[in-house]
């Protein structure tokens, strides 16, 4: 009997999705737990596995939207080449060969004539979609001047999402500036023992996980959130770190930043974004955090304003370091400096706060020792 392939549950919360690419084509032989086909929801992408080996025929195509629990193609357990390449099998002994005792040399036997090509057994091709329903993420015909794509789940839920923290909060960024010498230096001072002694890199965005972690200690509005007609006010410090994913921006949440070290922190993010990037992350990944930091500076930006990531009152901008020249002790330095926006809602948080928490991020930036001494 034939093994289904059914779309796999993603959470209580979804309940559908799009099945966006096929790794594999209607026939091929798979092999168990082998990736098949990638899901894409309003919330998360992910991917589809073989539960066992054979050859597998497709029953939806790329682009079509599905449901969890829908079968969406067989695989045939008992096929020829299961689990291995057709044809890889060693040829069976000719007769004559096999009757041969050792050592003797066998009768030249005639050359068979050459085998009729055979007709290939006909296989189904899978269904095509309705006329009027166009598959997500596939280009529309066009003049060559434009491209079209159906929005993809997630796309659509990243813009209601960002759509409804810009009408429903009462949003407003306030900017910092930070020296980022001290974080340099200590970085170029003791990245090789670091990287001997954790496996991974020093980076930026562990002194900036904890300093944020520092800051809403200290300005505990920045850490509340608006449910209903409550200010409810968080006393953990799960820090969702922003990641650019080919299917869009996804939040990973670490969480207990007040508890981990700056290596544990650094390989956390590490394994977030590369589940992300890779689609192996959860939903409950996703879920959670209370605060976010966002760094625009990878891709070279200057200055922003972070749209606030809902139900969470702020968000921290990072930025580019750049050399610029600024007053130091009565007199122009060269520093590498990077600009900090912080969006805030400010139905909860006042701007004094929020000038707070930016000063708080900045002190513990320029002075590291901070974080070590919790001062």
């Not at 770190?241 to 390989?267: F, H, Y």
């Not at 070279?300 to 020249?325: E, V």
């Not at 007053?327 to 006042?350: E, F, K, T």
């Not at 928490?357 to 930036?365: G, T, Y």
């Amino acid at each position: 009997m034939p093994l289904e392939v059914k779309v796999p549950p993603m959470g209580e919360s979804i309940s559908s999705g799009v099945l966006a690419k096929w790794h594999v084509a209607d026939g091929d032989a798979v092999r168990k737990d082998q990736p098949l086909f990638e899901l894409e929801t309003d919330k998360i992408t992910s991917e589809g596995t073989a539960e066992g080996a054979g050859r597998i025929s497709l029953l939806v195509q790329a682009g079509a939207e599905v449901k969890i629990g829908q079968v969406v193609a067989t695989i045939e357990t008992g096929a020829p080449g299961e689990g291995e390449d057709a044809g890889t099998a060693a040829p069976a002994p000719s007769p004559a060969q096999a009757s041969s005792p050792s050592g003797a040399e066998p009768a030249p036997q005639p050359s068979p004539p050459p085998p009729k090509p055979s007709a290939p057994a006909p296989r189904p091709a899978p269904p095509a979609p309705p006329a009027d329903a166009r598959p997500a993420g596939t280009a529309a015909a066009s003049d060559g001047r434009q491209t079209r794509r159906k929005l993809s789940p997630l796309r659509q839920r990243i813009a209601e999402r960002l759509v409804a923290s810009q009408h429903e909060a009462a949003m407003l960024t306030t900017f910092n500036e930070v020296d980022m010498s001290a974080v340099m230096a200590l970085r170029a001072r003791y990245q090789d023992d670091f990287v001997k002694r954790y496996g991974i890199k020093l980076g930026f965005m562990s002194f900036f996980a904890k300093a944020a972690v520092r800051a809403l200690k200290e300005v505990p509005a920045v850490n509340a959130q608006i449910d209903g007609d409550t200010i409810v006010e968080n006393h953990f410090y799960d820090l969702g770190i922003a990641v650019s994913t080919e299917k869009g921006l996804m939040v990973p949440v670490i969480r207990g930043c007040d508890q981990l070290g700056m290596a544990d922190i650094e390989k956390r993010i590490a394994e977030a974004a590369k589940g992300a990037r890779e689609g192996r992350i959860t939903l409950a990944e996703l879920e959670g955090g209370v605060f976010t930091i966002t760094n625009g500076g990878i891709f070279g930006s200057m200055l922003s304003t972070p749209i606030i990531n809902p139900p969470q009152s702020a968000i921290l901008g990072l930025h580019a370091i750049n050399d610029r020249p600024v007053a130091l002790n009565g007199q122009v330095v060269i520093r590498p400096m990077m600009y900090l926006a912080l969006s805030y809602d400010h139905r909860v948080v006042d701007g004094r706060e929020a000038v707070t928490f930016l000063v708080k991020v900045k002190q513990a930036i320029e002075d590291p020792t901070r974080l070590l001494l919790s001062v």
